[in-house]
T-cell receptor
Framework: AQSVAQPEDQVNVAEGNPLTVKCTYS??????LFWYVQYPNRGLQFLLK??????LVKGSYGFEAEFNKSQTSFHLKKPSALVSDSALYFC???????????FGKGTRLSVIA | DAMVIQNPRYQVTQFGKPVTLSCSQT?????MYWYQQKSSQAPKLLFH???????NEADTPDNFQSRRPNTSFCFLDIRSPGLGDAAMYLC????????????FGPGTRLTVT
């Protein structure tokens, strides 16, 4: 069964600095990878996805993620963090076949002014 | 704007008293999902509908049922809520099950007293 790990519960970064939120995955076939963001008392919002093609995926709000097959990672990045980026970030993976989307436990990003 | 709407946003019910949560969408998506999210945890898929086809996750308790009377509406019924069922319940939609991103509603926070 597929799984996803977000090794950091919390990431703190100063406003204007680059940010990285880490994600590693395990699947039996080719992975379909997603990042979602959740603001307080809100549902999840889709940021970006990797299905196939270029390893660097660009998404909403200036976020991007790099797919690394050898390291089974899909880290979320942004060159310059904003205070408004502070939220809970979820990585998710789907394996081939009739399998649901599996979410990581989430990483809380705090951007400090 | 097209969106996913959940009602109510907050629901308080008594132990053992049936409760129904509602979700509607204006996106005309063929897939609708129900997730349970407990505090500081990943969303957990309970079941989904692909059009009228109902798909239950293997570990979803029998206490949880769902109805989808038409494309736009989907309901989550909890027949006899226990204290452990207190959580945020998220409804999501998607154009296809495999590769498409999911669009989430704001969630209903259920409290069981």
């Amino acid at each position: 069964a597929q799984s996803v790990a977000q090794p950091e519960d919390q990431v703190n970064v100063a406003e204007g600095n680059p940010l990285t939120v880490k994600c590693t995955y395990s699947v039996s076939g080719n992975p379909y990878l997603f990042w979602y963001v959740q603001y307080p008392n809100r549902g999840l919002q889709f940021l970006l996805k990797y299905i196939t093609g270029d390893n660097l995926v660009k998404g909403s709000y200036g976020f991007e993620a790099e797919f690394n097959k050898s390291q089974t990672s899909f880290h979320l990045k942004k060159p310059s963090a904003l205070v408004s980026d502070s939220a809970l970030y979820f990585c998710a993976v789907r394996d081939v076949g009739n399998t649901p989307l599996v979410f990581g436990k989430g990483t809380r990003l705090s951007v400090i002014a | 704007d097209a969106m996913v709407i959940q009602n109510p946003r907050y629901q308080v019910t008594q132990f053992g008293k049936p409760v129904t949560l509602s979700c509607s969408q204006t996106l005309n998506h063929n897939v609708m999902y129900w997730y349970q999210q407990k505090s500081s945890q990943a969303p957990k898929l309970l079941f989904h509908y692909y059009d009228k086809d109902f798909n239950n996750e293997a570990d979803t308790p029998d206490n949880f049922q769902s109805r989808r009377p038409n494309t736009s509406f989907c309901f989550l019924d909890i027949r006899s809520p226990g204290l452990g069922d207190a959580a945020m319940y998220l409804c999501a939609t998607g154009e296809g099950f495999w590769l498409g991103e999911q669009y989430f509603g704001p969630g209903t926070r259920l409290t069981v007293t």
